[in-house]
């Protein structure tokens, strides 16, 4: 199994600056033949389910504003907000898609404000 | 617009048997793999089961495998989660999940509670 490890656990950031996620697999999930990272970002809210971010690593879901970012290839991936808003207060997952589901999330990283 | 719903959630004493169904809505079932996510009180996401979209093949965690079985019904619209001897790591909130592209999710049900205590 892929196991997705994220870093930090937790980070507090102040209104306005730049939260930076780390999500690292233990094996690739670049797929050689059609060069895709096989990786998404959620974000959940307490009391709701996990809303999609990004997936093939850096390609922004609908709707989502555009301070969320994704980027990095093979193992080590970054999930970036810009400009952290009040409303982006939430756990936020990684997950690969590479393997044979089941497929396997990091075990989040919780953002808060300072 | 699309739609999930899970019921099917409750107490269980351990041992014991659920069954989860999620009414799908706004889309066509027959056109998406499914899947179901649990999350553990105050823990991570973890993907439980996945169904491709004629049920010709079925992918299960480690943990769950030979004691929970998934099916759809597409006519129905409907996918379901069977759990058979049911444990107390087994108590989560159970996601039904539509499968987007190559294994993203793209959209979620409200989850349903499932208890499993003596």
């Known amino acids: 199994d892929i196991v997705m490890t994220q870093s930090p656990d937790s980070l507090a950031v102040s209104l306005g600056e730049r939260a930076t996620i780390n999500c690292k697999s233990s094996q690739s999930v670049l797929y050689s033949s059609d060069s895709k990272n096989y990786l998404a970002w959620y974000q959940q809210k307490p009391g709701q389910p996990p809303n999609l971010l990004i997936y093939w690593a850096s390609t922004r879901e609908s709707g989502v504003p555009d301070r969320f970012s994704g980027s990095g290839s093979g193992t080590d991936f970054t999930l970036t907000i810009s400009s952290l808003q009040a409303e982006d207060v939430a756990v936020y997952y990684c997950q690969q898609y590479y393997s044979v589901p089941p497929w396997t999330f990091g075990q989040g990283t919780k953002v808060e404000i300072k | 617009e699309v739609q999930l719903a899970e019921s099917g959630g409750g107490l269980v004493q351990p041992g014991g048997s659920l069954r989860l169904s999620c009414a799908a809505s706004g889309f066509s079932l027959s056109d998406y793999w499914m899947g179901w996510v649990r999350q553990a009180p105050g823990k991570g996401l973890e993907w439980v089961a996945t169904?491709?979209?004629?049920?010709?093949?079925?992918y299960y965690v480690d943990s769950v495998k030979g004691r929970f079985t998934i099916s759809r019904d597409n006519a129905m619209h409907s996918v379901y989660l069977q759990m058979n001897s049911l444990r107390a790591e087994d108590t989560a909130v159970y996601y039904c999940?539509?499968?987007?592209?190559?294994?993203?999710?793209?959209?979620w049900g409200q989850g349903t509670l499932v208890t499993v205590s003596s």
């Open positions: 169904i491709k979209p004629d049920g010709s093949e079925k």
């Open positions: 999940a539509r499968v987007a592209g190559n294994g993203w999710v793209g959209c």
